[in-house]
């Protein structure tokens, strides 16, 4: 058993050399003696700690400070630059600190229309950052719309701290006008959470809630503060970040070498290797580390919708998303493996179908930083706890000395033949906008773009078509939140104003938060949102198609579709209604170009289906909507002139090496 090494994480050392380092630590048994001198260090600067200067607040010679100014210094020690929020009377001297961190320019602060929206535009900024988001949102019913976004952060571990304002203390627990325990509410879908009952405590409480959100599996906190904790006077004392190590609270374990090495023994024996991967490689930033280690020994991926980016689509070892709506290819793949790989993935049941047919001819290994995630849904033969970047890094290490050569071939041009055989759907080249075409559409018109989605067949489809890197994609997976991909995509423009962002919306999907073209107008944010408008809940159609003998309850949206173009101009930003096939590509790429925000509204084929798909209930195996062979065979005819294989006439793109035909 090892020990924890906080300066090792904390500095963030790159992953080889953190190896190398706790490696030799290893050798001349130093560890636990390193490991009790930085505790001690710790809890020296935390006992000592003297404030840096940052703003007035130090310069007053740390006389009295309000709660609400406390927190906007503590704030900015974390590093926040921007803040999500929208104000109401519980937290008005937090607002009133604000506004002065804000006139001094300290801090940003992002008026959204709606709490939800504010939370989900924190969610946004860390995924595409690596940071953590913060949102604001006033006690009662601004505490209570943050729910939906502090639920969809948590399922998805996005590190965010969430602050809300509370009825002063001697109102709580009387009912008072807008009292909600918030604390309550939220206590399943917070990693932890606070009520500051003394001002004092501030500081402190909010360097735990920054390691907390942001250490092990990231994850949402919460701290509410009541009115008149903001309002007292008190003798602050800063709190360096880091310094407050919560009680009760570790730092992940390194990896232990010897599940290393027990993971290599299965991985040197398999014949059929596949590695799955999870949210949790963007997170720890082990995409590097990750593609070194499957390049130097030849083993397919596949990712989920969190994982998307972490491995390079278009690379000829991936197979693409699996799952309900993954590739029938990566279906195939995680059915018929030996070993399953899964590195900072969950076994999610949208990823798995029917949980015991789900990669039943397989060993696994499972790399994770969550102890609760081990054995949950699947038992794994080896589990490598700790940080994945880092357990990566050794894998490729010892792989090394080890001279590991792995024969995969023989199962690398397995897969090729699947992919061969079942490509995703080519949408046909005339009549209506198919909405796969869509997607196609927006992958030529905008390489390197931020994508954010809504929830439905939009997302399956933009999942399916759509390359990205890593922290370039940002949908909600775990929760599966209608109404996200706007406010997530407004987080992730303020957080990166250069880039290209792009939210892929659904027609019902973008009315759950419709009122946020108002902050982004406001705000001049250049986001592209685009309608994949087929008058439905397509999804849930396409569930009642399926499973419900076509009783179509209450998922029709054309009666009362609003007029898109109207709304876009009411709000003050670019429209743009694409109808007919003809236009799409130029009208698209157009308005992608258009240096203002736009709205952008396609109408496409209203009933089409999303395929492949595994029906619930039934083993990834059994996915239905994919071509037979015959099909398919008949249609070879098309050469890919970057790698040279034989690929469906109908293909845009060489599902072999991603490459445009
Ligand atoms: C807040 C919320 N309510 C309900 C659902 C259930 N649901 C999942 S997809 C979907 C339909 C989405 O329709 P749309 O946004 O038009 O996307 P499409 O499937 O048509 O592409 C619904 C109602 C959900 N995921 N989230
Ligand atoms: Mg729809």
Redesign the pocket.
């Given at each position: 058993m090892f020990f924890n090494l906080y300066f090792l994480v904390f500095l963030k050392l790159p992953g080889h050399f953190a190896c190398h380092l706790y490696g030799l630590m290893h050798k001349l048994c130093l560890l636990p003696l390193i490991l009790r001198i930085t505790h001690a260090l710790q809890l020296i600067v935390t006992l000592t700690s003297s404030p840096k200067s940052v703003g007035d607040i130090e310069n007053q010679d740390l006389g009295l400070v309000s709660g609400a100014d406390a927190l906007m210094d503590a704030l900015r020690r974390h590093g926040v630059d921007t803040i999500f929020g929208y104000p109401g009377g519980a937290i008005l001297p937090i607002y009133d600190a604000l506004h002065k961190a804000e006139s001094k320019g300290w801090l940003k602060h992002i008026l959204v229309r709606h709490e939800q929206a504010g939370a989900h535009a924190a969610d946004g900024y860390a995924r595409a950052t690596g940071k953590v988001g913060v949102c604001f949102g006033t006690s009662g019913p601004g505490a209570t719309n943050l729910v939906?976004g502090i639920a969809t952060a948590q399922m998805d571990s996005v590190p965010m701290v969430v602050v809300t304002g509370q009825v002063p203390r001697p109102a709580i627990g009387t009912d008072a006008f807008q009292e909600i325990d918030i604390f309550g509410v939220t206590l399943p879908i917070v990693k932890h959470s606070w009520v500051v009952r003394d001002p004092a405590d501030l500081a402190s409480v909010v360097a735990q809630a920054f390691l907390i959100a942001l250490s092990g599996r990231p994850g949402p906190v919460l701290i509410d503060i009541p009115k008149d904790v903001g309002q007292e006077l008190f003798p602050y004392v800063p709190v360096e970040p880091g310094s407050v190590v919560p009680p009760g609270f570790s730092l992940p374990n390194l990896p232990d070498p010897l599940d290393i090495t027990s993971a290599l023994d299965l991985i040197e024996n398999a014949q059929r290797p596949l590695m799955y991967v999870g949210g949790g490689v963007i997170s720890a930033g082990a995409h590097k580390s990750l593609a070194a280690f499957v390049k130097r020994h030849q083993l397919p991926v596949t990712t989920t919708l969190m994982g998307k980016g972490a491995f390079d689509e278009c690379d000829p070892l991936s197979v693409g998303m699996l799952g309900m709506h993954g590739t029938a290819y990566a279906n195939y793949a995680v059915t018929e493996c030996d070993l399953l790989i899964s590195v900072g993935a969950r076994f999610d049941d949208r990823v798995t179908g029917k949980l015991d047919a789900f990669a039943s001819k397989a060993k696994v290994i499972h790399f994770e930083i969550d102890p609760a995630e081990v054995g949950k849904n699947r038992r794994a033969d080896v589990v490598v706890l700790g940080d994945v970047a880092i357990a990566l890094e050794m894998l490729l290490e010892f792989s090394k000395q080890r001279n590991l050569h792995l024969k995969t071939s023989a199962w690398l041009e397995r897969i090729h033949e699947w992919k061969q055989r079942y490509p995703l759907m080519s949408p046909p080249k005339d009549g209506e906008i198919y909405?796969q075409e869509v997607l196609l559409a927006i992958r030529d018109l905008a390489q390197g773009a931020f994508l954010t989605t809504?929830?439905?067949?939009?997302?399956m489809?933009a999942a399916q078509y759509l390359r990205n890197a890593p922290r370039q994609w940002a949908s909600s997976s775990g929760?599966?939140?209608?109404?996200y991909g706007m406010p997530a995509a407004l987080g992730v423009q303020v957080a990166l104003p250069k880039e290209k962002v792009i939210c892929i919306?659904?027609?019902?999907?973008?009315l759950?938060n419709i009122q946020e073209l108002g902050t982004i107008a406001q705000y001049k944010l250049p986001i592209k949102v685009v309608i994949?408008?087929?008058q439905?809940?397509?999804?849930?159609?396409?569930w009642q198609e399926s499973f419900y003998e076509e009783r179509y309850s209450a998922?029709d949206?054309l009666p009362g579709m609003p007029d898109f173009m109207q709304l876009a101009n009411a709000f003050g930003i670019g429209g743009s209604l694409i109808t007919e096939r003809e236009n799409l590509m130029s009208e698209l790429e157009a308005s992608l170009n258009d240096p203002r925000p736009m709205l952008i509204d396609v109408h496409v084929r209203r009933g089409e289906n999303?395929y492949p798909m595994v029906p619930p209930g039934k083993s990834n195996a059994e996915m239905v909507g994919i071509p037979s062979y015959h099909e398919k065979s008949a249609a070879i005819s098309r050469k890919c002139n970057s790698c040279g294989t034989n690929n469906a006439y109908s293909n845009r793109y060489c599902p072999d090496c991603g490459n445009q035909l």
């Open positions: 939906t909405p809504d929830v439905g067949q939009h997302q489809w929760l599966g939140t209608m109404g919306a659904g027609d019902a999907s973008i759950m994949v408008n087929n439905w809940q397509g999804m849930v159609r396409q998922t949206m999303c």
